[in-house]
C-alpha cells in the first residue's frame, strides 16, 4: 500500500496541513482547552480558542508553541492527536510520511521536539522529515529556489519574525528575532489600560491591531467593549490610528534594522541579485497596509508580497511532498537524527 504523504507547518497561531494529491486539507489555530488535574481535553482548534480569556478557573486555554519553539509538548500532542483524527477520518495515520517545517535559526534539540509531535502521537508514524522553513517558505512563493543566486524572505508571524537568505538552494543565513504579531496586541493592551485605565483582552487588542495598525490610518477609528478599572464596569472607549501605530513602530524599526545586518553581511554577489529582485514579505502578520512600503523606504529595497503570505510555508513544504526526490536535498529525516545522536553518545 502506498504511503500516504503530509506536509505541516506547526505555526504559533495556525497549524497548517498540506495532503499530497489534494493540497491544504487543514487550517486550525494552535489551540487547546483542558480540564482537571488529569488535564482531560474538552476543545481543540478555533473551539479552543474562543474559549480563550472566557473560560472559568477549572478550564486552561494552552497555546503550546511560543516564541517559535515547542513549550507545551503534552498539549501539543493532544492538539495533534485531534487533528490527525481530522484529517484521516475513520483511517488512523499510521505507514504515512511527514514533511515538516521548522523554524532553522533553532537548536537542534528544539528542532526534534516537532518530530516527536508526530512520532510520540497516536499515529505512531516514523517516518518523519525536517524541513527549514525559509526553504518551504521560498518554494511556497513560487521561486526557482535551485537556480536562483540570491532570495531574501522576511517572514512576519505571530510570534518571531524569521530572516533568511538563500542561494542556490542552500541557506545562506537566517536569524530568528522574537518580534511578531502577538507583541502588537500586548503593546495595544498595555497602553489602553494605561491611558484610558480600561481593561481589554487580547483577542480585543488583536481586532483594533487588525483595523488601526496601518501606515498612514490616523484618521480611522475603533471602539472596543472592556472592563473601566475605576468603576470596575463594562464599557467602551474609541481609539484611533493616531494613537496606536506609534506603540508597533518601533518594532517595525527593529524588524528593518535586523534585515539591514543581514544585507551587511550577505556575500556582495548575493547581495546583487537581491537587490535587483525584492525582498519578500511573508507570514500572518505581513498583512499591515503599508508595511510593504514603510520596509522599502528603511531599506532602499523594493518589498514584494502575496495575498497567501499566511499559507506560503505550507504551500511550499506541499509543493516538496509532491517532489519527494527534490524534498530529499532538504529534509533531514528522523532516523538520520537518531543516528548522529547514538554516534555522539
Known amino acids: 500500500m502506498a504511503k500516504r504523504t503530509f506536509g505541516i507547518d506547526f505555526g504559533t497561531d495556525t497549524i497548517k496541513v498540506y495532503k499530497k494529491g489534494d493540497g491544504i486539507v487543514l487550517l486550525e489555530r494552535c489551540a487547546v482547552a483542558l480540564t482537571g488535574k488529569e488535564k482531560k481535553t474538552i476543545a481543540i482548534g478555533e473551539q479552543a480558542y474562543e474559549m480563550y480569556e472566557k473560560a472559568p478557573p477549572s478550564i486552561r486555554v494552552s497555546m503550546p508553541l511560543k516564541r517559535g519553539v515547542v513549550s507545551q509538548l503534552q498539549d501539543m500532542l493532544a492538539l495533534w492527536n485531534y487533528m490527525g483524527k481530522r484529517i484521516s477520518g475513520k483511517r488512523k495515520l499510521n505507514r504515512c510520511q511527514f514533511y515538516i ?60 519574525t524569521e530572516i533568511s537568505v538563500l542561494s542556490l538552494g542552500g541557506l545562506v543565513t537566517t536569524r530568528l528575532i522574537p518580534y511578531g504579531g502577538n507583541d502588537f496586541d500586548r503593546a495595544i493592551q498595555g497602553y489602553i489600560r494605561k491611558k484610558y485605565n480600561f481593561i481589554i483582552g487580547l483577542k480585543t487588542a488583536e481586532q483594533i491591531k487588525i483595523r488601526l495598525v496601518a501606515i498612514g490610518a490616523d484618521d480611522a477609528q475603533a471602539t472596543v467593549v472592556g472592563r473601566d478599572v475605576l468603576k470596575g464596569l463594562p464599557g467602551e472607549v474609541t481609539v484611533s490610528g493616531k494613537e496606536i501605530f506609534p506603540l508597533v513602530k518601533d518594532i517595525f524599526y527593529s524588524i528593518a534594522s535586523e ?50 503570505a499566511q499559507k506560503t510555508v505550507v504551500s511550499g513544504i506541499g509543493y516538496l511532498a509532491e517532489h519527494p526526490k527534490l524534498a530529499a536535498r532538504y529534509a533531514v529525516p528522523l532516523d538520520q537524527e537518531h543516528a548522529s545522536t547514538k554516534k555522539k553518545a
Open 259 to 308: 534585515v539591514r545586518s543581514i544585507l551587511e553581511h550577505t556575500p556582495p554577489e548575493i547581495s546583487t541579485e537581491i537587490y535587483h529582485n525584492g525582498i519578500y514579505l511573508t507570514g500572518g502578520t505581513s498583512f499591515v497596509r503599508g508595511l510593504d512600503q514603510f520596509m522599502a523606504n528603511q531599506i532602499n529595497i523594493r518589498v514584494n508580497t502575496t495575498d497567501s
Open 101 to 160: 517545517a521548522v523554524p532553522a535559526d533553532i537548536t537542534e534539540v528544539e528542532k526534534k521536539a516537532y518530530s516527536h509531535i508526530v512520532t510520540d502521537s497516536e499515529s505512531k508514524s516514523h517516518n518523519v522529515s525536517l524541513i527549514d522553513k525559509p526553504v518551504a517558505d521560498a518554494y511556497g512563493l513560487g521561486l526557482d529556489v535551485e537556480k536562483s543566486r540570491g532570495i531574501l524572505v522576511v517572514n512576519l508571524g505571530a510570534d518571531t
